[in-house]
């Protein structure tokens, strides 16, 4: 380690090529925080998003009317919205709103933290996408193989959990990789209220260090490795869903 | 199990029939999908037991009357009863309906997602809240008994459709219904596997179910209906014991029909 230290060193000093992030230490543990945040951020994002997909695809074939323009209305909101402007309403729009509590040391401060609305907004964000893929998906389950279902006695939920979504799934995957893709590229949003993910640690980083080029070049590149790592879990995931003769 | 004690109390809902009565007594049904009128008035009863073969020509409505029945398709006035439950009122049990009367559809559609052996093991454990292993154990019998031993790991995809549609009355018979509704489960299929399906049917009515099957295969219906009916636009236009009816149709439409198919 203490090698590798080293010559990182000498880089900087032979070609001024200046990563901190691998011989300082104290850089080297913000960016391990900044790069543990951002996956954290993701998979947090992640798992809701799809929650609120399934959700809300489930909502939107309800047979009440209201139910079903509430959940439009959400979607044409989030889909038709900038991010960043969507991150800056729920932070400074809506957190303004929410009630102070005493902390620990006895200072105030809001219940929701920036990491809450962080969660919140992207989660909406990436969901208002993810119940239109599903609900692309539920499309494309026969009506017969949902009636089979009720014919069997299952109700419209244990119809939805046990045979639509299973099915709807498989036919949607595709367009879900793409959405969760995005999903992880937009957590640097997150940079906009202050939450420590990998963008923004970056950007203290050079501020302090100046070195803007290798900070830009290690997040591209650190950005390209997490896709990556997402998009080969999903096509695993994809190829084990493949049934014979269902699908494409 | 909860699951009995279920049918206990959906049981004895209906305590004023007996099994002496008619096990479907349909009334005057009438059924229209916007301004067609699909069932103009049908009328008859089947006791438990019975076998009736519904004939009819493309549209006459028979899909949609074995639909009403289980309440996939609601109906626009008449009464139809299963076991003295009144299908078509506002707070059905629908469970307790969909448990007495068993559906095969044309198309099979089992759960392509789902093997052979889970597909009949579905609904009784994820809707009836049966024991799983008691409810494999049965699956397994069902699968014997449809001649599909050895099939119980393959999806529906890597089976033929004879076999698919075997397995589909046997998913049917998982929730031991007492009804039987079969919708032309042999039209979607390859001629030389019509029979292995028609065999299993017949052993079932051989054993004592109750069937309404609509079905094009003459000989069948001939040889395992205790009664044929057969439907003109949305009526019952004739209907008698298969020996009569097929040599002695007495009604114009149904001599036509006839002499179209045989
Ligand atoms: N959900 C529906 N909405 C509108 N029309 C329908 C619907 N279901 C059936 N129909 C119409 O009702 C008529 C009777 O249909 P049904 O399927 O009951 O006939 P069938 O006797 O089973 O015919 P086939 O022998 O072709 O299966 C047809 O003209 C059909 O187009
Ligand atoms: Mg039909």
């Given at each position: 380690m203490q090698e590798i230290y080293e010559w990182f060193r000498w880089l900087n000093e032979a070609t001024g090529i200046n990563l901190t992030i691998v011989y300082d230490s104290y850089d080297r543990e913000r960016m391990i925080d900044g790069f543990v945040n951002t996956i954290y951020l993701s998979l947090v994002c992640l798992g809701f998003s799809v929650i609120i997909g399934i959700v809300g695809a489930w909502l939107q074939g309800s047979p009440l009317k209201w139910t079903r323009r509430l959940v439009n209305g959400y979607i044409q909101l989030f889909r038709n919205t900038p991010p960043l402007v969507q991150m800056y309403f729920f932070f400074f729009a809506l957190g303004s709103l929410m009630p102070r509590v005493e902390n620990e040391w006895g200072i105030m401060e809001p219940i929701l933290s920036n990491w809450h609305w962080a969660i919140l907004s992207l989660s909406f964000f990436a969901g208002s996408f993810n119940v239109e893929i599903f609900r692309s998906g539920i499309e494309a389950v026969p009506k017969a193989t949902v009636e089979a279902a009720e014919a069997l006695g299952y109700n419209r939920l244990q119809t939805y959990v046990y045979v639509v979504l299973p099915l709807a799934l498989r036919v949607c995957l595709p367009a879900l990789n793409n959405n969760l893709v995005n999903l992880v590229k937009t957590t640097t949003l997150a940079y906009a209220i202050a939450v420590p993910e990998m963008l923004y640690v970056a950007n203290q980083i050079w501020s302090d260090s100046l070195n803007v080029p290798e900070m830009m070049t290690f997040l591209l590149f650190a950005y390209v490795l997490l896709v990556g790592l997402l998009v080969m879990v999903m096509n695993k995931w994809e190829r084990s869903m493949r049934l014979p003769g269902f699908g494409a | 199990m909860p699951s009995s004690s279920n049918a206990a109390a959906a049981r004895h809902a209906d305590a004023n029939w007996t099994p002496d009565q008619p096990?479907?007594?349909?009334?005057?049904?009438?059924k229209s999908f916007g301004d067609f009128e699909v069932l103009r008035g049908i009328t008859f009863d089947v006791m438990k037991g019975d076998v009736i073969c519904i004939i009819g020509a493309s549209g006459s409505g028979k899909s949609t009357l074995l639909r009403c029945i289980n309440a996939l398709?609601?109906?626009?006035?008449?009464?139809i009863k299963v076991e003295g439950q009144e299908v078509h009122q506002p707070n059905l049990n629908t469970l307790a309906l969909r448990k007495k009367v068993g559906m095969v559809f044309q198309q099979f559609n089992l759960f392509?997602?789902?093997?052979?052996?889970?597909n009949i093991m579905m609904a009784p454990v994820q809707v009836l809240k049966q024991d799983k292993d008691a409810v494999r154990e049965r699956a397994r019998r069902l699968l014997a008994k449809v001649r599909l031993e050895g099939k119980e790991d393959a999806y529906p995809g890597e089976l033929s459709g004879g076999q698919?549609?075997?397995v589909a009355i046997a998913r049917s018979l998982a929730?031991?219904?007492?009804?039987m509704l079969f919708d032309e489960v042999t039209s979607?299929?390859?001629?030389?596997?019509?029979?292995?399906?028609?065999?299993?049917?017949r052993e079932l009515a051989e054993e004592g179910m109750t069937c309404m099957l609509v079905t094009h295969e003459m000989?069948?219906?001939?040889?395992?209906a205790d009664h044929m009916y057969f439907t003109d636009r949305g009526i019952i236009v004739e209907h008698g014991p298969p020996q009569e009816f097929?040599?002695?149709?007495?009604?114009?439409?149904?001599?036509?029909?006839?002499?179209?198919i045989l």
């Open positions: - | 096990i479907v007594a349909i009334r005057n049904v009438h398709v609601p109906i626009d006035s008449g009464s392509p997602h789902k093997t052979a052996l889970q698919q549609q075997r929730m031991n219904p007492d009804v979607a299929l390859d001629p030389e596997t019509v029979n292995e399906v028609l065999l299993t049917i000989g069948f219906a001939r040889e395992v097929f040599a002695n149709p007495k009604d114009e439409r149904t001599k036509a029909f006839l002499g179209q």
